[in-house]
């Protein structure tokens, strides 16, 4: 058998990559930057004891899940060598701040305006700790201090702290975290039958992906059974969402079917695919049906789920869209940050609220960034022009959102922007044996 389509290696690929959450759980992202390469190796020894593996059912720290991702400065930090850099996907050599124009980010998401320091090339490690409330979450990290603190040439310099909601909403109001991919030989099924596993090249470096080929950063024992991170803390103007949809509406009921055909599924997470005219709780909290729908069949032009709806767009499944679906699938994380903007507000109050978007894959190119720039913010792929993303795409003023309809489509007004970058970083995650090999680095 070839190495790349070899058994995935779960024992040394992070648990991070492959599995999903608990529910609830709270989670922090933690950044260091890196002076001195012996005192970061020395905090790779340390993570990589604490790192589990995909195999592992317990995490050395109990209930606390730590994973551990560095930027390509993070890596330049360590002294890995400029030979095997350049083996890396080329958009995480540029860094997302890098990547802008891209992506999107201009304006009040430029990296000009961004939290720092995110996207400043100061965040060298990001480490990510998950537990199943924030007691247990404050107490590892209370546990995990002394691995960093007493490390001079390493330096903790961002925090962000995130939580699921019990609902499983995030601040739009939306259940999230339902549509996932399967993963060929992962034990983590996905959650949509009708899609057949992809193949594990797609997210966990060093096996055969769905176009044939491999991706290997080299030297192979740090490439291997690695992946990308793409983390985007990303902004939510929850009172203008919610001045639109009842702008745009004719009454609290259409409010709620237009707040559904933005999204392409109703608040509860019940997908119009299977549930067209009203919302339905029962179905939204049921696994077993609420993913399992495709487009083609029943619905090619649109009429119940919208092309320009945000899990259409996302992943449009069947549908004719122009490209190979298969090639732009993503594995997504996202946690909840700030406080929610209490119920019925229509003014926003000043906090600081959104998502921590993360999105793991071997293709950061053309998973995350064609995602973003191709069915995120244009409409060309399914014929409708330059239309955006009604929940997450960088507004202009121009667009606004197409919903098919009998005998008359309807048209949105163009959106504001609801959503904006306050930054991110593009993060490789190495395998446990890389993470020992950089801990044991010489150079
Ligand atoms: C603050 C910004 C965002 C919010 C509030 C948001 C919200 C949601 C919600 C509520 C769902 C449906 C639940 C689910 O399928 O898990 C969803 C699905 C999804 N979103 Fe987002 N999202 C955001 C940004 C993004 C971005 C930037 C991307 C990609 C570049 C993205 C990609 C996806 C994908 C791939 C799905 C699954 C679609 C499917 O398989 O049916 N989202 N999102």
């Not at 996202?334 to 019925?344: H, T």
């Not at 507004?395 to 959102?401: C, N």
Request: aromatic share 8%; net charge neutral.
């Amino acid at each position: 058998m070839s190495e790349s389509s070899a058994a995935l290696e779960l024992d040394d690929i992070q648990s991070g990559v492959l599995s999903p959450r608990p529910t609830p759980y709270a989670a922090t992202y933690l950044c260091f930057r890196i002076d001195d390469a012996a005192p970061g190796r020395e905090l790779m020894r340390r993570v990589s004891a604490v790192v589990p593996s995909a195999a592992d059912q317990v995490s050395p720290l109990g209930q606390t899940w730590v994973s551990v991702a560095l930027t390509c400065h993070g890596l330049r930090a360590l002294g890995v060598p400029r030979a095997s850099l350049d083996t890396f996907a080329w958009e995480f050599r540029q860094g997302m701040a890098a990547r802008a124009t891209a992506l999107g980010d201009d304006g009040a998401s430029h990296p000009g305006n961004w939290e720092a320091p995110l996207g400043t090339g100061q965040v060298h490690v990001v480490l990510t700790a998950v537990a199943p409330d924030r007691e247990r979450l404050e107490a590892a990290v209370d546990r995990a201090r002394p691995a960093y603190d007493r490390l001079t040439g390493v330096s903790a310099i961002w925090r962000q702290d995130c939580y699921a909601l019990p609902t499983e909403t995030e601040h739009f109001g939306y259940r999230d975290g339902v549509s996932h991919p399967a993963v060929e030989g992962s034990p983590i099924a996905g959650s949509n039958p009708l899609e057949a596993p992809l193949k594990a090249g797609e997210f966990v470096l060093g096996y055969r992906d769905e176009s044939g080929g491999t991706q290997l950063p080299q030297p192979q024992v740090l490439g291997r059974n690695g992946s990308y991170a793409v983390f985007r803390k990303l902004h939510q103007d929850v009172a203008a969402f919610r001045r639109y949809l009842r702008q745009a509406a004719t009454g609290p009921e259409d409010e709620e079917l237009l707040a559904a055909k933005i999204m392409g599924r109703w608040r509860s997470g019940a997908p119009l695919a299977l549930s067209p005219h009203h919302d339905d709780l029962a179905l939204g909290a049921d696994p077993a049906r609420r993913n399992t729908f495709a487009y083609a069949r029943d619905d090619p032009a649109g009429f119940t789920t919208p092309a320009g709806s945000h899990i259409r767009r996302a992943n449009p499944r069947d549908a004719a869209v122009a490209g190979e679906v298969r090639l732009h699938r993503m594995i997504r994380r996202g946690a909840v940050y700030g406080p929610p903007l209490p119920a019925g507000a229509l003014e926003d109050d000043g906090a600081d609220r959104g998502l921590m978007f993360a999105f793991i894959g071997a293709h950061p190119g053309r998973q995350f960034e064609f995602v973003q720039s191709q069915w995120m913010n244009d409409s060309v792929f399914f014929g409708a022009g330059h239309e955006k993303d009604p929940v997450t795409g960088a507004h202009d003023g121009s667009g606004g959102l197409t919903i098919p309809r009998r005998p008359l489509r309807r048209r949105l007004p163009p959106p504001p922007r609801f959503v904006r970058t306050r930054g991110g970083e593009y993060c490789f995650l190495p395998g446990l044996r890389a993470l020992r090999w950089l801990g044991d680095l010489r150079t």
